[in-house]
Each structure stands twice: as structure tokens, then as C-alpha cells.
């Protein structure tokens, strides 16, 4: 899915990764494919999202972003810049898999929460924080969507470089 996108990976690439009968799969998932991705992107979501969570309460912004940066290089350059984000891959499904794209506009807005409640402990207004966190999501899936493209990191370099001067301003005021 990080890789191909929802459309493209069919149930036989994910039972060959998961070595899972194809029996099980319609037991546990009596929709489909369709309630597969759902579920498996509502679960992603909640694992990186209690990890922002973590990170948020010991941590200021500014540290997690740069952690977040740091692992996403990682990542693309470990996969030749093949793997994505499993939840923009799920916000790209089909314009008929509704359920599967609500799953990762959830997911966006519990990341965005979670990045604006960090932000506004700082004193910075509720709805400038609200805002601030929703703008974080979307410039480093933005970016991570460049890098893939560009086959470069230096789509999440500028994104850092940008979000840290912002969030020093927002410091400052």
C-alpha cells in the first residue's frame, strides 16, 4: 500500500506479505478488501498517533517534527524512495472508497489535533494552534510526496527549514 497505493495492492500481494490464508481474510473482513484498508489504515493511524502523542508530552513541537523528518528520510532513502505514507496512499483510494478515504481524513485531523494541543500548550491561541497543526500535517505529507517524486530529500529539508521559522515566530509573539 505505501508502496502501490490502495487501487493497486490486491489481496493476493497482502497475503503474500502477511502469509495469511485467503480464508481468514474474508473471516476477519467480510467486506473485502475495501474493510482491510479501512481497518489497517485506522490502525496505522492510531500507532503513529499515540507516538506523536508520547512525544508531544515530553517533548516541545519543534523536536518532534525534526524526529519526524529525521525517521521519514530514513525511511524514503532505505526504500529507494519507493515507500510513502500509508495514510496519504489511503486519502488517494478511489473516489468510491469513501470509507477508506474518511479513515485517513480521520487520521489527519487526530495528527493535527495532537500537533495543535503541543503547540497551544506553549500559550499560543486555540485556533492559531488548531490551524498551525493542520498546516504541519500538510506540509510534511506535501513533502514526503515531493521527495517521492524528485527522488530527493530536499523537499523535507525546505519543509523543516520553514516550519521551524515558523514555529519560532509563533514562539516569539
Known amino acids: 500500500m505505501r508502496e502501490y497505493g490502495v487501487h493497486a495492492t490486491g489481496l493476493s ?11 481468514s481474510i474474508y473471516q476477519h473482513f467480510p467486506a473485502g478488501k475495501a474493510e482491510l484498508m479501512e481497518q489497517a489504515t485506522l490502525e496505522a493511524g492510531r500507532i503513529i498517533t499515540a507516538r506523536i502523542e508520547e512525544l508531544t508530552q515530553v517533548l516541545p513541537a519543534e523536536t518532534v517534527i525534526d524526529a519526524f523528518i529525521d525517521g521519514w528520510k ?7 524512495f519507493a515507500a510513502g505514507c500509508p495514510i496519504m496512499a489511503a486519502a488517494q483510494a478511489a473516489p468510491d472508497a469513501l470509507a477508506i478515504r474518511d479513515a ?13 494541543r503541543s503547540i497551544e500548550s506553549k500559550g499560543v491561541d486555540t485556533a492559531t ?4 497543526g493542520s498546516f504541519i500535517v500538510s506540509s510534511l505529507e506535501g513533502a514526503i510526496i515531493q521527495c517521492r517524486s524528485a527522488r530527493s530529500l530536499q523537499p523535507l529539508d525546505d519543509a523543516k527549514t520553514g516550519l521551524m521559522l515558523l514555529l519560532r515566530r509563533e514562539d516569539a509573539d
Request: proline fraction near 0%.
Open 13 to 23: 500481494d497482502l497475503l503474500e506479505r502477511s502469509n495469511t490464508a485467503r480464508g
Open 129 to 132: 494552534a488548531a490551524s498551525l
Open 74 to 80: 530514513q525511511n524514503l532513502t532505505e526504500s529507494s
Open 104 to 116: 485517513s481524513a480521520k487520521v489527519f485531523a487526530d495528527w493535527a489535533r495532537v500537533i495543535g
